[in-house]
């Protein structure tokens, strides 16, 4: 079993994951903003700007409250690499949502830490965000696990059937908090960049500089990350299906971004569920029917 | 093996001289001795009988049964006599029911019968006696120190600290005799003693309230005594072996003898683990002194139900029964945590959270399998540590600030920093990988994806609402900890006697040791029990898996070193304020000159997570699956006695 | 060159202007303009910003908050004053609790005048206060710390 995890091959993913995600989540990024300008009749950015942004972040003064709140978002960086590295070098799936879990909270107590009512607004809001997608996740992992007999993503990638065909339910349920994930409307709860009247930036008021960097680049590694879990429902048995369809989705949700406007928590939380529920619980029992 | 002998009555001895010793630095230093020597006894067991296997230990003398027997009548007289005394006739009746089985079993079969293995020890009693000899001890350290402030605190409440360390130490010698006890009458006997000095210490404030929790605990605990007496009454009258009084004997024996004992003392187990329906007396009993809700509420007499339930899991494995029981286990998990979202209480939260983890162990128990026991007995583990250093943390922060209101405990990281940080920790390894708790809830999954089918897929999606809903609450907690406002705050030179600070630190490290060490006891204890009542091993947790989760756990300690890096190249400015200065207490500037103070509270979502609501629910649901269970046993009893 | 020239990201605060301005500044953001053409964002947090952009003269009421968002913006910054009002205080110069432009409290880079000022010349003024940007990165990278 461990040389599974050592072997050159995911360990060489797992590399290519740190080194590429923030250049192909930004360019990712960047179409997104792109397209989003055109959706809306402008130019738009250059392609390259969300690494821009971050370069620029990082020439910046780091303004804090309090010291402690750079060791939060440091973690939260750290940790989200890690769920990356775990994820692409084929590591237990369930861990890998443990650990982004763990980043999550890293981020949320870094920005309770700095005792701002706008951050801690955020805080709470991406706390209630991180209970409605949790259960989507992991019934997801366990829909991949029904199908393929494996938790680690190394063996799902391998499966001779794409999960997709027998768990549609739980893929569809997994493109909704997808956008919660991706902080894009209707679900732009915790930080949002349209939302200044209410709660100036939530989340991410009080960091600045490189701190702020850091939550931007994590969030490009997150983006890369949750683009391969959707990857995972057509694994190599359709490769190009599979990227086509990740294409597809983000897209798809670019479109909803544009196209909604936000919503209060409440609806946010029980509409989670709901479809939690009704996907992806159904979709699960339903594997034992067939 | 004389030292089980030992561990059972030196405690005893211990709680005898309690009653003898007046207050004073003479009593506090007997009370540190002694419960060092119980914890070095518990360490001294697992050492002598590490890789031995299951030992049977007997007494081998029948006065001793009949001294039980006086012994056990003598405990339900003393329940039937309180309980009259203060009108709470239907614990009387359901002690008298309780003392009447037992008597008419005994007088069918004698218990002694075949005195010949009384005793036993395994790598499970060793695990649960290393929990009570050192989480056990370390409270009992904390209470020397808690203790005093608490009568300083409350005035009012007569001083009754004598008959408090004699309750404790006696609890800790039953607690001892439940984990080593093969012959399951010895079992109920000692069990009824836990029942009763939890009674005994949810009153020791002795008003209104109290009595009233104390007694709402007592009744629920003797309807599941009730339910191990008949347990008791089946297997002596029915299963035409009197062998089968013996635990090891009565799981050798399968699902088609042991099933409705096992469901019967499921049941017990399920009272007294307070999983719901009987979930409220556990909430209720947070009126006794904190140590108490640690000791006995948290890491330890709680824990006697759940031991009991994993016991019978291979029987309860691939059944019915079993599954009934399990998902008895993850409805109380899931609705137990929905609950403690909208606690602001930090002792109910706790409350609440516990009765979730129990539920989470329930349920393992009840599926069975060897991953699911093993999930269990690691989350047993995991959580008595952390649960009660959370326990006694907050007993430490409610002397100091005089609330255990979560939303008091804004800063705590800037007034009392030491304390703080050890919450963070125990928090930490309440839900946060790659802490205990986690580890074993990764486990679970692993072992309900394959369980019994419709189960096993309700179990995982109970789950995984669940977990999601412990993050939101634990999170938030988290966050009011480190929240600090203003600079003005400046620690507390004092924050806890040296007492409490020593045990606190203890179980710090012992929060942070486990999760280090975890695959050293899964290796040499779980494993090696798992092997001996399932006959074999499969691989449990590849190895790496292991290692990720151990480099996980070492960048985490890591980390904070770079606390120090961080110091450089910064600016310290104010929060943000709509563009307002900020001052020290942090307010908003409106117009006409009115100032508003930041008061910034958890989200409770009420109208979603309202106790009252959820806790009527989960009561009608429980209550009906414990009525399909009855139903169950019921067709069980009716094809064994058939049978017989 | 640095990265600053390349994301400006703008914090806009309308201090007692008659809005003129203000309308003039959202103008630039619409599709017409478009100022994320040069990855301009409105951000609304001084944490986060790069140029300040005040519209309106100062009065008593808001100095302070004028003072505050400067102070909590991460240096290298720049100032720029939208409108006349922000030059100098306007038409409003005189009245009794104006105290006139921006340049009365916090140090201002770059005036664009105009009543109201047209979109083009604000975003003329940014990309001016672009190279003071540049500047002002390079001063404090070699001078360590004076703006």
Known sequence: MISDIFTSYSFICAVLFVILSPLVGGIIMGLDRKLTARMQGRVGPPVLQPLYDIFKLFEKENIVVHGSQNFWVFSYLVFMIVTGVLFFAGGDILLVIFALTLAHVFVVLGAYSTGSPYAHIGAERELIQLMAVEPMIIIAAIGLYEITGSFDTAGIIQSPVAPIIFLPGIFVGMVYILTMKLGKSPFDLATSHHAHQELVKGLTTEFSGSTFAMTELAHLYELIFLLGFLFLFFGLAAPLIGILAVIVVYVLEIFIDNATSRVKWQLALKSCWIVTVVLGCVNLFALYLI | ?644 | MSYLTKSPWIIHYDASSCNGCDIEVLASLTPLYDVERFGIINTGNPKHADIFLVTGSVNEQNKEVIKNIYDQMPKPNVVVGVGICACSGGVFRECYNVSGGVGEIIPVDVYVPGCSAKPEAIIDGVVKALGILDQKYKALKEGGGSN
């Open chain 2, 1 to 644: 093996m004389d030292v089980l002998i030992f561990l059972i009555l030196f405690p005893l001895i211990a709680a005898i001289l309690m009653l003898l010793l007046p207050n004073g630095k003479v009593r506090d230093t007997v009370v540190k001795i002694a419960a060092l020597i119980t914890a070095a006894g518990s360490v001294y067991l697992f050492v002598e009988s590490f890789g031995k296997g299951i030992t049977y230990v007997s007494i081998g003398s029948s006065l001793l049964g009949s001294v039980m027997i006086v012994a056990e009548l003598a405990l339900s007289l003393f329940i039937i006599g309180i309980s009259i005394k203060f009108k709470h006739y239907l614990i009387a009746v359901l002690a008298v029911v309780q003392a009447a089985i037992l008597t008419y079993s005994e007088h069918f079969t004698p218990f002694d019968a075949a005195l010949s293995h009384e005793f036993f020890v395994d790598e499970f009693s060793v695990i649960m006696a290393l929990i009570i000899g050192i989480i056990g001890s370390l409270i009992c350290v904390y209470s020397v120190g808690y203790m005093r402030g608490y009568h300083e605190m409350h005035p009012e409440i007569k001083d009754h600290r004598k008959l408090f360390f004699f309750i404790v130490f006696l609890f800790l010698s039953a607690m001892f005799g439940v984990v080593f006890s093969n012959q399951i009458v010895w079992l109920l006997f000692f069990w009824e003693i836990t029942t009763v000095c939890s009674f005994l210490l949810i009153g020791y404030a002795r008003d209104k309230i109290a009595w009233k929790n104390a007694f709402w605990a007592l009744l629920l605990n003797t309807v599941g005594g009730v339910g191990f007496a008949v347990a008791v009454m089946f297997i002596m009258l029915y299963t035409g072996d009197a062998s089968y009084i013996y635990l090891n004997d009565l799981i050798a024996a399968g699902p088609g003898v042991a099933m409705v004992p096992a469901a019967l003392i499921g049941f017990a187990g399920l009272t007294k683990s307070a999983q719901m329906p009987f979930s409220s007396w556990l909430v209720g009993a947070m009126v006794a002194p904190t140590p108490v809700s640690a000791l006995l509420h948290s890491s330890t007499m709680v824990k006697a139900g759940v031991y009991i339930i994993v016991r019978f899991a291979p029987i309860f494995e691939a059944s019915l029964t079993g599954a009934i029981i399990a998902v008895i286990g993850g409805a109380t998990f899931l609705l137990a945590s929905a609950i403690a979202i909208g606690q602001s209480n930090g002792k109910k939260v706790l409350a609440y959270s516990t009765i979730a983890n129990l539920g989470l162990i329930v349920a393992c128990a009840g599926i069975g399998t060897q991953e699911a026991v093993w999930a269990a007995i690691l989350l047993i583990i995991f959580h008595a540590v952390a649960k009660s250093l959370l326990f006694l943390s907050v007993g430490s922060v409610e002397h100091q600030k005089h609330s255990r209101d979560i939303e008091d405990m804004s800063g705590l990281i800037s007034t009392m920093p030491k304390i703080a940080v050890m919450m963070l920790i125990g928090m930490a390894g309440m839900f946060l990988a790659p802490f205990g708790m986690l580890i074993s809830k990764w486990a679970t999954i692993h072992a309900f994806v394959n369980a019994i089918p419709p189960f096993g897929v309700l179990l995982i999606a109970m789950i995984a609402f669940g977990s999601g809903i412990t993050v939101f609450f634990w999170a938030k907690w988290m966050g009011r900890l480190i929240e600090v406002q203003g600079t003005s705050d400046k620690p507390l030179k004092h924050e806890a006697t040296s007492n409490e600070m020593f045990t606190l630190y203890s179980l710090a490290g012992l929060t942070v040791f486990t999760c280090l060490a975890f695959p050293l006891i899964s290796r040499y204890l779980i494993e090696p029990y798992i092997g001996g009542v399932y006959g074999s091993v499969s691989e449990l947790l590849s190895l790496n898996n292991i290692l990720i989760m151990l480099i996980m756990m070492v960048l985490i300690l890591l980390l904070p070193l770079s606390i120090g890096h961080f110091g450089k190249g910064r600016t310290i400015k104010s929060q943000y304020m709509g563009a307002r200065p900020a001052n020290a207490g942090l307010s908003f500037a409106g117009s006409m000159g009115v100032t508003k103070e930041v008061t910034l509270s958890n989200y409770y979502i009420e109208n979603m997570f309202g106790e009252k609501d959820l806790a009527h629910f989960s009561v009608v649901l429980t209550i009906f699956l414990l009525i399909v269970l009855a139903v169950v046993v019921v067709l069980n009893i009716t094809g064994v006695v058939i049978g017989a």
